[in-house]
């Protein structure tokens, strides 16, 4: 069955808002973590991803679904974090073509510090994005999803 011209419109203004959201609480959580942590929210987002692993590592493929980005973005930068010591790579010892990135000790201190100012921005912004009406609604759906498991792989 097609789409009427009214339920595109309506998917259009979800679609808006849903990104409105995620662009607010981004620029919220960015300032935040480049002020405190020299940190970008992408940087703090690898970082907690690999974190979160019980053995602090994914295959670079693993992280690039992980973290909604290119394998060449990924490459990147998880390049930059090696550069400043909080990562580091190395191939995967059954299969020599698949490389592992892993939290360091440096990345690990540096996340566990950047954490608290990261929930607390976190927080922020999606109080003042609750005051808006049209992003009400996605801010009580966030609200109430529940992650999944530690260590669980979530491309």
Same mark, same amino acid.
């Given at each position: 069955? @097609? $789409?009427?011209?009214?339920?595109?419109? &309506?998917? %259009?203004?979800g679609?808006? %808002? =849903? $990104?409105?959201?995620? $662009?607010?609480?981004?620029?919220?959580v &960015?300032?935040?973590l480049?002020?405190?942590?020299r940190?970008s929210a992408?940087?703090?987002?690898?970082?907690? @991803?690999?974190?979160?692993?019980?053995d602090f590592? =994914?295959r670079?493929?693993q992280? %690039? !679904?992980t973290?909604v980005?290119?394998?060449?973005?990924?490459?990147? *930068?998880?390049t930059?974090?090696?550069d400043?010591?909080l *990562?580091?790579?190395?191939?995967?010892?059954? !299969?020599?073509?698949?490389i592992?990135?892993?939290v360091?000790?440096?990345?690990?201190?540096?996340?566990?510090? $950047?954490?608290?100012g990261?929930?607390?921005?976190?927080?922020?912004? *999606?109080?003042?994005?609750?005051?808006?009406?049209e992003?009400?609604?996605?801010?009580? @759906?966030?609200?109430? =999803?529940?992650?999944?498991?530690?260590?669980?792989y979530a491309?």
């Open positions: 069955m @097609a $789409a009427t011209a009214e339920q595109l419109d &309506e998917l %259009a203004r679609w808006t %808002a =849903l $990104a409105s959201l995620h $662009a607010r609480i981004e620029t919220h &960015e300032r935040t480049q002020r405190a942590h940190l992408r940087e703090y987002s690898v970082l907690d @991803a690999l974190s979160r692993q019980d590592h =994914l670079m493929n992280l %690039a !679904d973290v980005l290119s394998q060449s973005a990924t490459t990147r *930068l998880v930059r974090l090696e400043r010591g *990562l580091s790579r190395y191939l995967c010892p059954d !299969d020599r073509r698949g592992y990135t892993e360091t000790e440096a990345g690990r201190r540096l996340l566990a510090e $950047a954490r608290p990261y929930e607390t921005a976190l927080r922020a912004a *999606l109080d003042e994005a609750a005051k808006r009406p992003l009400a609604p996605l801010v009580a @759906a966030v609200e109430t =999803l529940e992650a999944p498991p530690a260590g669980a491309p």
